[in-house]
């Protein structure tokens, strides 16, 4: 084992991380103003990523409208989802919206298998990003650059659009008190539609990233992610977008660190050293490394 080796793992675990950090701001946006872990985010993943191969391999569309294509659908289907499963039962308990994220989670996997069949479809980016680059001893493709370079992108982007806009105001009003922000005149429902479709359209997007890395998708694709970002949203501190990017780089470079430093025969507990992470990082830190205590929010 050398540094060139090291430095290998570290650049695997970045493009990991840059990808669970997408689909966790999702979480940690829909948590921070409704209080409410939607499960269904990481099937957005699957829809992403199934838009994706029918525009590179049927359609035959260039990459950058593939890309915003992707992203107005991951959009359209989160506004769906917050006006038709999540709208109607605002107010109720919490566990009913938890119940109903699960619900619709199964029904969008199981469309997805009516529509797509269980069979994996293979996944191939064109033939220009899927060429090596050698760079002081360490190799990637270049879809594992536009996978990093373009996840600080619309982290970037999104963090601008929350603290310098109006439309970020209403989101960060929303989230300290949902119903001051209403008395205030903000526009509640406009409000967490849009945190609905900004989060899937990233989600989306990191479909996207994730058939190009690793080549295959399915419809049950989004399971796995999703609920490993959950834990880098967790991890991070739910409802805190840096958080959430935070614990999406510390989980990506964690698990690939894991198996790329241990002996192979531990390579198959990676998903064990996941959630053994979650639960040593909130037995330090409760309320994760950039979350909140309680009594600090209204």
């Known amino acids: 084992m050398n540094i060139n080796y090291i430095a290998q793992q570290i650049v695997n675990g970045l493009i990991l991380g840059s990808m669970y950090a997408m689909v966790a701001i999702g979480f940690s946006m829909i948590y921070g103003i409704i209080r409410l872990i939607n499960f269904a985010h990481g099937d957005v993943v699957m829809i992403g990523a199934f838009c994706t191969l029918g525009l590179l391999q049927v359609v035959g569309a260039p990459f950058p409208l593939v890309a915003l294509v992707v992203l107005a659908a991951g959009a359209a289907v989160g506004i769906l989802i917050e006006k038709g499963a999540f709208r109607p039962m ?5 566990v009913t919206g938890f119940i109903a994220s699960l619900a619709v989670s199964i029904m969008l996997q199981n469309f997805g298998v009516i529509i797509f069949t269980a069979q994996p479809r293979n996944f191939a980016f064109p033939a220009y990003l899927q060429r090596v680059i ?3 001893g360490v ?5 594992d650059l536009v ?11 999104l963090m601008l659009l929350v603290h ?4 970020g105001m209403a989101m960060r009003a929303t989230a300290e008190n949902i119903d001051v922000a209403r008395l205030m005149g903000i526009n509640i429902n406009r409000t967490i539609m849009a945190t609905f479709a900004l989060g899937s359209a990233l989600a989306a997007i990191a479909g996207l990233m994730w058939g190009g890395k690793f080549g295959q998708i399915d419809p049950l694709l989004g399971f796995v992610p999703g609920l490993k970002s959950f834990v880098a949203a967790v991890i991070g501190g739910v409802g805190s977008i840096p958080g959430a990017i935070l614990g999406g780089f510390v989980l990506g470079l964690a698990e690939v660190l894991f198996v790329g430093l241990l002996p192979p025969i531990y ?5 064990a050293f996941v959630f053994s992470t979650l639960i040593i990082i909130l037995l330090l830190l409760p309320n994760g490394i950039l979350g909140k205590k309680p009594q600090e929010r209204s």
């Open 134 to 136: 050698q760079l002081a």
């Open 164 to 167: 310098k806009t109006k439309l």
């Open 90 to 94: 605002r107010g109720a308990p919490q």
């Open 139 to 143: 190799s990637f493709r270049v879809v």
């Open 147 to 157: 996978i990093m370079l373009s996840a600080l992108v619309f982290m970037c982007a």
């Open 267 to 271: 390579s198959a507990f990676r998903d």
